[in-house]
T-cell receptor
């Protein structure tokens, strides 16, 4: 089975720009979540998508938004980029069954905002 | 955002030594998880714990879900060079909550 794949792996943007990051979930997984990992920190929960709708969100402003598609792939969009948005963005997928809080992570997209 | 209290922050040990790290929270969790992250990679699940008091092993790794549901520990026995990396604890409260992670324990093994 294929794991979680993310693209692009690295990208550089400037303040005020917008960015879209993409994620393909693991085969058989229908729930996708996104995490932000700043340098030297643990991942921070941004939001989760199930059945193409956001059904859980962490402490992130509305300029962080997402989409989930019928094939369970997902996008993370960040508008009006700020310097502090520089981080590794991790996508994770999981099956939607009881006790399945076990996430499979992708390798991440490293965003640098200048 | 909230992060769990994970300690130690880093460990320098000799190959063959046992390792112990722990994680505490001010909140109760229904699930505790331990992940390992290598450079340039995403976190990889090591052990998942679902019940208070549960003790679970995965090879040389052993983890426990604290009976208060506010803490967990991970032990690694007879460390080997490939154990090098950053270990994260994570808790899940339930429902559509995301995982809450610790800041990580950086394990360095000296030959």
């Amino acid at each position: 089975e294929t794991g979680v794949t993310q693209s692009p792996t690295h990208l550089i943007k400037t303040r005020g720009q917008q960015v879209t990051l993409r994620c393909s979930s693991q085969s058989g997984h229908n729930t996708v979540s996104w995490y932000q990992q700043a340098l030297g920190q643990g991942p921070q929960f941004i939001f989760q998508y199930y059945r193409e709708e956001e059904n859980g969100r962490g402490n992130f402003p509305p300029r962080f938004s997402g989409l989930q598609f019928p094939n369970y792939s997902s996008e993370l969009n960040v508008n009006a980029l700020e310097l502090d948005d520089s981080a590794l963005y991790l996508c994770a997928s999981s099956p939607r069954i009881p006790g399945a809080n076990v996430l499979t992570f992708g390798a991440g997209s490293r965003l640098t905002v200048l | 955002g909230q992060q769990l209290n994970q300690s130690p922050q880093s460990m320098f040990i000799q190959e063959g030594e046992d390792v112990s790290m722990n994680c505490t929270s001010s909140s109760i969790f229904n699930t505790w998880l331990w992940y390992k992250q290598d450079p340039g990679e995403g976190p990889v699940l090591l052990i998942a714990l679902y019940k208070a008091g549960e003790l679970t092993s995965n090879g040389r790794l052993t983890a426990q879900f604290g009976i208060t549901r506010k803490d967990s520990f991970l032990n690694i026995s007879a460390s080997i060079p490939s154990d090098v990396g950053i270990y994260f604890c994570a808790g899940h409260g339930g429902g559509a909550d995301g995982l809450t992670f610790g800041k990580g324990t950086h394990l360095i093994i000296q030959p």
